[in-house]
T-cell receptor, first 113, second 113 residues
């Protein structure tokens, strides 16, 4: 089955700096890669996703890049703010019937003032 | 529009008992998936239902079961509870045949004592 590795497990950046979280996946058939943000005591919230027919996607301060050949994808957050502090999870899946998300182990991002 | 609703939010049960958790998906979403979240194992897929049928199942023992009703609401049942079943149980809904854009509920925090 699919296996997703995520690094780093913790990341501390100063406000205004950029943060990068990296994930690798094992199943070359995976074609959908979402990123979720989970604040303490709250539900995971989808912040951005990318499909395998696209190499990069951007939404304001957040961007995701995908390298299908190397089977890795990354989340980039620019101009970080204290409210970006949370745990971020990457995931991979094969869309269509019987799809399921395989998650990475999470990255705890702390943005300091 | 209303999000994914999970009830109850918190539950304390004794080892050996059984428990039933409920999930109402976003209106129009017919696919419901369940995930277990623990500090040690992260987010793990339990099963997915569509049109009252289980389409996919994760690697959990048979004590974990579920069902889906004709209105797409889903229930998850855990029998003969063990201490290790203490976790946050998350339900996610998405449009069928796509597997994109999973939206999570706030979860049910189950504590087994």
């Amino acid at each position: 089955g699919e296996n997703v590795e995520q690094h780093p497990s913790t990341l501390s950046v100063q406000e205004g700096d950029s943060a990068v979280i990296k994930c690798t996946y094992s199943d070359s058939a995976s074609n959908y890669f979402p990123w979720y943000k989970q604040e303490l005591g709250k539900r995971p919230q989808l912040i951005i996703d990318i499909r395998s027919n696209v190499g990069e996607k951007k939404d304001q301060r957040i961007a995701v890049t995908l390298n299908k050949t190397a089977k890795h994808f990354s989340l980039h957050i620019t101009e970080t703010q204290p409210e970006d502090s949370a745990v971020y999870f990457c995931a991979a899946s094969k869309t269509g019937t019987a799809s399921k998300l395989t998650f990475g182990t999470g990255t705890r991002l702390q943005v300091t003032l | 529009k209303a999000g994914v609703t999970q009830t109850p939010r918190y539950l304390i049960k004794t080892r050996g008992q059984q428990v039933t958790l409920s999930c109402s998906p976003i209106s129009g979403h017919r696919s419901v998936s369940w995930y277990q979240q623990t500090p040690g194992q992260g987010l793990q897929f339990l099963f997915e239902y569509f049109s009252e049928t289980q389409r996919n199942k994760g690697n959990f023992p048979g004590r974990f079961s579920g069902r889906q009703f004709s209105n797409s609401r889903s229930e998850m049942n855990v029998s003969t509870l063990e201490l290790g079943d203490s976790a946050l149980y998350l339900c996610a809904s998405s449009l069928p045949w796509e597997g994109y854009g999973y939206t999570f509920g706030s979860g049910t925090r189950l504590t087994v004592v």
